[in-house]
């Protein structure tokens, strides 16, 4: 079994919708976790960043993380063309070694 | 946030000859970095990690010997490919934190790795 899962997609929405990305894992000591944005051959940029269980709100991304579940989220609302990349999903323990999904595919048509 | 950079940012070499690439931190000190390779379509895949002043620590199944890292400064950290074969062709990242800071990872933007 993979230390996350994510599943890859390819996710497809219209503009201005709310999308839903997400991440299982099987390690419950994680307690760092991070979503990254990818675009094609380009290094991933940090989107959002969680230390521990909650919610975090930044514009229009919001990342939620049940440890309980061992499960987290993204969400991006009002979701722009601009919006189109792939998403990776990365957890740590001690904050050092990240283990990083596969990446869900997001494409938001115009 | 923190700016990583990497160079070059794409190579295309012959079979059996080394490349090297260069990872820095632009504008924080970072003790440790990490180096990913990427395959299309695939996530990160963690090579290993650079610790500054000492040995690098491989994964499971990573060629030290082959994936030589140099961690000279606490701004810079180099992974040169020895003797590359077409299999090595990739995308390789590498990512910093700030020494001290709270763990964000911060990512360079890659180099593109062709292996003729």
């Known amino acids: 079994q993979k230390e996350v899962e994510q599943d890859p997609g390819p996710l497809s929405v219209p503009e201005g919708a709310i999308v839903s990305l997400n991440c299982t894992y099987s390690?419950?000591?994680?307690?760092?976790f991070m979503w990254y944005r990818q675009y094609s051959r380009k290094g991933p940029e940090l989107l959002m960043y969680?230390?521990?269980?909650g919610n975090k709100e930044d514009g229009r991304f919001t990342a939620q993380v049940d440890k309980s579940s061992k499960y987290i989220s993204l969400f991006i609302r009002d979701s722009q063309p601009s919006d189109s990349a792939t998403y990776l999903c990365a957890m740590s323990v001690t904050g050092n070694q990240f283990y990083f999904g596969t990446g869900t595919s997001l494409t938001v048509i115009p | 946030g923190a700016v990583v950079s990497q160079h070059p940012s794409r190579v295309i070499c012959k079979s059996g000859t080394s490349v090297k690439i260069e990872c820095r931190s632009l504008d924080f000190q970072a003790t440790t970095m990490f180096w990913y390779r990427q395959f299309p379509k695939q996530s990160l895949m963690l090579m290993a990690t650079s610790n500054e002043g000492s040995k690098a620590t491989y994964e499971q199944g990573v060629e030290k010997d082959k994936f030589l890292i140099n961690h000279a400064s606490l701004t810079l950290s180099t992974l040169t490919v020895t003797s590359a074969h077409p299999e090595d062709s990739s995308f390789y990242i590498c990512?910093?934190?700030?020494?001290?800071?709270?763990?964000?990872?911060?990512f360079g933007p890659g180099t593109r790795l062709t292996v003729l």
């Open positions: 990512s910093a934190g700030e020494a001290g800071g709270n763990n964000e990872q911060f």
């Open positions: 969680t230390y521990s269980s």
């Open positions: 390690n419950s000591a994680f307690q760092y």
